[in-house]
């Protein structure tokens, strides 16, 4: 997902190696003086100075870790909590609706299943690994990050197609939207404005055939699911919208942290709907 840039600068704008070890000699030199001269205007011994600095130093990093573990948690404490499907998926809407991208972000997991995915288990259940589209082994604090990152990146794309599908059909099945004139191109524009989304409402929201998904089968795929998300349960909902007199139907995939309800993608999968995330017309 990431692209490396060039690394390596060109020969002309190398620094000459005679150059480096001289100007590493020069603030050697610089060095070894000022600590003469700090050494003879100081009471206590240079070991005892030697010693302080390591305590220093040692202070510091442990303060520097604890602050970053407190920022951590205040992030993490910050973050809305949601007692139902139903709950998340409103707060969610209406954010979208106003414009409110960071606050609808509230509604994601993302931290969660980031550093809870079960590569393992879920490699061995589907007896295939997919290294360039499985989350990557939470086991790995790198990971975790590009975790978080890539879940991010797909539901903010995701959200961005949920709101495009609202104004336009023409290409929200991916196939690209062909190009007569640049007028084509400033109406797309301005059609999918999101100020047009201020009157949205949530007209209905229900289970994804109810029979199928309360069936054993169904229950019992939705546990192990949520299982190799670090998650207690997995649900299902269908929206149906209203906007400017038409109706539309999109659907949404959520996971629960104890009890708390976060949402880890835009569609249902019962409900055999788009994995781009995108609503359609109710009746086409």
């Known amino acids: 997902m990431s692209k490396l840039g060039s690394f390596f600068a060109s020969r002309s704008g190398r620094i000459p190696l005679s150059t480096l070890i001289a100007g590493g000699a020069g603030v050697v030199i610089i060095v070894v003086l000022a600590v003469l001269l700090a050494t003879k205007g ?8 030697n010693t302080t600095q390591t305590s220093g130093a040692g202070t510091t990093a442990a303060s520097t870790t604890a602050s970053t573990a407190a920022g951590q948690q205040t992030t993490l404490a910050a973050q809305k909590s949601f007692d139902s499907p139903e709950a998340a998926i409103k707060f969610f809407v209406s954010s979208v609706a106003g414009n409110d991208f960071p606050a609808a972000e509230q ?3 993302i931290d969660e299943y980031a550093a809870k995915f079960d590569f ?6 589907l007896k295939t690994m997919m290294p ?5 082994p939470a086991e790995y604090g790198m990971y975790v990050d590009m975790n978080k990152a890539t879940a991010l990146g797909d539901l903010t794309r995701q959200t961005k197609d949920f709101v495009y599908s609202f104004f336009e059909a023409t290409g929200m099945d991916g196939s690209p ?3 007569s ?19 949205l409402q949530i007209a209905k929201i ?4 109810p029979d199928v998904y309360n069936s054993a089968t169904n229950v019992a795929n939705f546990k192990r699911m949520a299982g190799f998300y670090g998650a207690d349960e997995m649900a299902e909902r269908v929206v149906t919208y209203s906007l400017g007199g038409q109706t539309f139907q999109g659907g949404f995939g959520l996971l629960r942290y104890g009890s708390d309800w976060k949402i880890f993608r835009l569609y249902s999968n019962l409900a055999a709907q788009p994995a781009s995330g995108i609503v359609t017309k109710v009746g086409e």
Not at 42 to 49: E, F, I, K, L, W
Not at 132 to 136: G, H, R, V
Not at 181 to 199: C, N
Not at 206 to 209: G, N, Q, S, T, V
């Open 107 to 109: 509604t994601f997991a």
């Open 206 to 209: 229900e289970l994804p055939a």
């Open 132 to 136: 360039l589209t499985m989350p990557a």
């Open 181 to 199: 004139a640049t007028d084509d191109i400033s109406q797309f524009v301005k059609a999918v404005d999101p100020s047009g989304l201020k009157p």
């Open 42 to 49: 100081s009471t206590g011994s240079p070991a005892q100075g």
């Open 120 to 125: 393992t288990g879920y490699a061995t259940y």
């Open 177 to 179: 939207i062909v190009v």
